[in-house]
T-cell receptor
Framework: DAGVIQSPRHEVTEMGQEVTLRCKPI?????LFWYRQTMMRGLELLIY????????DSGMPEDRFSAKMPNASFSTLKIQPSEPRDSAVYFC??????????????FGPGTRLTVT | AQSVTQLGSHVSVSEGALVLLRCNYS??????LFWYVQYPNQGLQLLLK??????LVKGINGFEAEFKKSETSFHLTKPSAHMSDAAEYFC???????????FGQGTRLTINP
């Protein structure tokens, strides 16, 4: 299995531009999570999906952030407009969620976003 | 509700010494517990997990952790540290019926030669 795939791996953009981060979960996984990691705030859960449906977006910082999962094999996290404080590493993770609860999550390599 | 507390944001040990990273959890349901490792510029990788089977769990790279219900702890240990163990380590909790993992703040492990 190729694991969780994220693109791009690095993104440098100017303040005010739209940024789109992409994620392909592991085939057969039915839950997908977006995290943000910074030195100051650590690892933060932004939003997660079960069976392509957003379940909890309480971690999304503000309306500039949006996430979609149009099908089981693809998700996007969009920031519009971007700001320097959005600079961070964004991780996507996927898992198989069964009736017993959440099993381990498999993380992608992350996208390092720099907003200048 | 679930939460995780990792005691010590930074731990430093000598090469060959015992590694002990502390994790205490709170959970309203029987917990599933995980340790992840993150090497520089990489994503998180699962080290080991406890899901209500044996209380002593062995993971990759010689690490192990013991689930102690009475102490609500899941500390990570390795008998002899290696330079390649330098990384950040995250403890996480989930549980039966839980929707997501709850991560601790992480512990940065430094190995001194």
């Amino acid at each position: 299995d190729a694991g969780v795939i994220q693109s791009p791996r690095h993104e440098v953009t100017e303040m005010g531009q739209e940024v789109t981060l992409r994620c392909k979960p592991i085939s057969g996984h039915n839950s997908l999570f977006w995290y943000r990691q910074t030195m100051m705030r650590g690892l933060e859960l932004l939003i997660y999906f079960n069976n392509n449906v957003p379940i909890d977006d309480s971690g999304m910082p503000e309306d500039r952030f949006s996430a979609k999962m149009p099908n089981a094999s693809f998700s996007t996290l969009k920031i519009q407009p971007s700001e320097p404080r959005d600079s961070a590493v964004y991780f996507c993770a996927s898992t198989r969620r069964g009736l017993a609860g959440v099993d381990e999550q498999y993380f992608g390599p992350g996208t390092r976003l720099t907003v200048t | 509700a679930q939460s995780v507390t990792q005691l010590g944001s930074h731990v430093s040990v000598s090469e060959g010494a015992l590694v002990l990273l502390r994790c205490n959890y709170s959970s309203s349901v029987p917990p599933y517990l995980f340790w992840y490792v993150q090497y520089p510029n990489q994503g998180l990788q699962l080290l080991l997990k406890y899901t209500s089977a044996a209380t002593l769990v062995k993971g990759i790279n010689g690490f192990e952790a013991e689930f102690k219900k009475s102490e609500t702890s899941f500390h990570l240990t390795k008998p002899s540290a290696h330079m390649s163990d330098a990384a950040e380590y995250f403890c996480a909790v989930s549980g039966k019926g839980a929707q997501k993992l709850v991560f601790g703040q992480g512990t940065r492990l430094t190995i001194n030669p």
